[in-house]
């Protein structure tokens, strides 16, 4: 049985900064790509970073380039998402995501994945 659970979540201030974790068990996590998802109130689940099962490949939406790093730990069997600069529209509900196969890169397609954590909130406030 495949667990994912996020952490991390919380209040902040725009300007300032969280990282996410995300536990994954039931699979040999470092044999498959993850990714980081959010939903706001009212909009689709959305993109936001991925990372290929070795780490040696990640991609960004265009909204968090520049100030969100995906990673993992694989001896951790960890995914984490560093957030700086945070801003009000970064508020949602964070996902992490594991691929369906192994041995696959990045993937920015909600279809890609098969297992998901219950979420996380993040609310940046103005």
């Known amino acids: 049985q495949v667990q994912l659970v996020e952490s991390g979540g919380g209040l902040v201030q725009a300007g300032g900064s969280l990282r996410l974790s995300c536990a994954a068990s039931?699979?040999?996590?470092?044999?498959?790509?993850m990714g980081w998802f959010r939903q706001a109130p009212g909009k689709e689940r959305e993109f936001v970073a991925t990372?290929?099962?070795?780490?040696?490949?990640?991609a960004y939406a265009d909204s968090v380039k520049g100030r969100f790093t995906i990673s993992r730990d694989n001896a951790k069997n960890t995914l984490y998402l560093q957030m700086n600069s945070l801003k009000p529209e970064d508020t949602a509900v964070y996902y992490c995501?594991?691929?369906?196969?192994?041995?696959?890169?990045?993937?920015?397609?909600?279809?890609?994945?098969?297992?998901w954590g219950q979420g996380t909130q993040v609310t940046v406030s103005s």
């Open positions: 039931g699979r040999t996590f470092n044999m498959y790509g």
């Open positions: 995501a594991q691929r369906a196969l192994p041995w696959r890169g990045t993937a920015t397609s909600r279809e890609n994945y098969t297992y």
């Open positions: 990372i290929s099962y070795s780490g040696g490949s990640t």
